[in-house]
């Protein structure tokens, strides 16, 4: 579900910047920067605003931001609903014990990880990545949460690609974005 | 210069929130940790605080992070003194039009990169990250907002390793640090 996009105002100016570069990372992809939405005070607190304004008062005890630009969106929430900020990062770079969790490409693998112990039994957690294409990524950051025993009440995002179908793959878990981009 | 850290209560219970990996990412580094700081929050609020009581009011119009975990300090802080968010990423990740600054590692060299008009001249700037050790990075970041004629107000890390000698790479730039890591 999107925000209650055509009814709040703070929306159109958030949608209006953020910039799509054509071509990047590769012909055909056009891109959805939000480097040009972090330009704009105004819009970028909006932003964050529109989540905490959701998620405050529901006893979310987790925020888990996928890196990288999970973690620009994520901390700022995490620290006005009053929850941990758990960072979701690329394999080898978290230095404690970690979990991994591998998850599908277009061509090839990746793979997710999270510190042990970061999370415990019975933590509500919120997912929070930027943007939302094929929901592979989500998705692993799910099966993280949910192998330590958190209960992962949504993902959010910015910005979701539905002709992708990323909200399909998420296996019955809300999603909740901001705009959406065909 | 560190914060008032023999008077400021809130510094302790930052300190200690940082978690210390030894022979990380190999053997011989004791890496600082700042994951565990993410998951109290009342110290993360604390280190936010810290750093935006000092730059409040200050008519600094750009906070600049370098990835990965500068993005984790830097929004909040942008955010509550009213300033822009500005990534410095690794090569190949920024969609639009960059420019770039190489630096030296312990072998070899890497590249940073911001985004051309994301700044604009006579701008005021912070650049952020989570650790200051040689100042490699630093430096990088700082030349980057120079060639584009911004001026480099202060750099601002939670912590410092003092025996690396980062801050005299600096130069003229002023350091704010939390904790000094000895």
Do not use: W
Not at chain 1, 20 to 44: H, R, S
């Amino acid at each position: 579900m999107s925000a209650y996009r055509e009814k709040d105002p703070r929306i159109h100016g958030i949608q209006s910047r953020i910039r799509v570069v054509p071509n990047f990372p590769k012909p055909g992809i056009m891109f959805q920067d939000i480097t040009t939405l972090l330009l704009d005070p105004k819009a970028f607190k909006d932003t964050v605003d529109l989540f905490v304004e959701r998620y405050r008062g529901k006893n979310i005890s987790v925020v888990a931001g996928i890196e990288a630009r999970g973690f620009i969106f994520g901390p700022p929430i995490a620290l006005e609903i009053g929850a941990k900020f758990v960072p979701l990062r690329k394999p080898k770079k978290l230095p404690g014990k970690v979990i991994s969790e591998e998850y599908e490409l277009e061509y090839g693998r990746d793979c997710l990880e999270m510190h042990l112990g970061a999370v415990e039994p019975g933590d509500r957690a919120l997912v929070v990545d930027d943007l939302i294409a094929t929901g592979g990524t989500l998705c692993a950051a799910m099966k993280l949460l949910e192998r330590v025993g958190a209960d992962v009440v949504e993902c959010t995002c910015v910005i979701e690609l539905p002709d992708l179908k990323g909200r399909e793959r998420l296996n019955g878990k809300a999603l909740y974005v901001l705009v959406e981009s065909h | 210069m560190a914060s008032q850290d023999e008077q400021d209560p809130r510094i302790a219970k930052i300190s200690s929130a940082i978690r210390v990996i030894p022979n990380f990412p190999k053997p011989g580094i004791m890496f600082q940790d700042i994951t565990t700081l993410l998951l109290d929050t009342k110290a993360f609020r604390d280190t936010i605080d810290l750093f935006v009581e000092r730059y409040r009011g200050k008519d600094i119009s750009v906070v600049a992070g370098v990835e990965a975990r500068g993005f984790i300090f830097g929004p909040p802080i942008a955010l509550a003194i009213g300033a822009k968010f500005v990534p410095m990423r690794k090569p190949n990740k920024l969609p639009g039009e960059v420019i770039s600054e190489e630096y030296s590692l312990e072998y070899g060299t890497d590249k940073m990169e911001m985004h051309v008009g994301a700044v604009q001249a006579g701008e005021r700037a912070l650049i952020i990250d989570d650790l200051i050790a040689t100042g490699g990075t630093l430096v990088a970041a700082i030349r980057l907002l120079e060639r584009v004629g911004v001026h480099v107000v202060e750099c601002a890390c939670v912590i410092e390793l003092p025996e690396l000698k980062g801050r005299e790479r600096l130069g003229d730039k002023p350091l704010f640090v939390l904790v000094s890591s000895t």
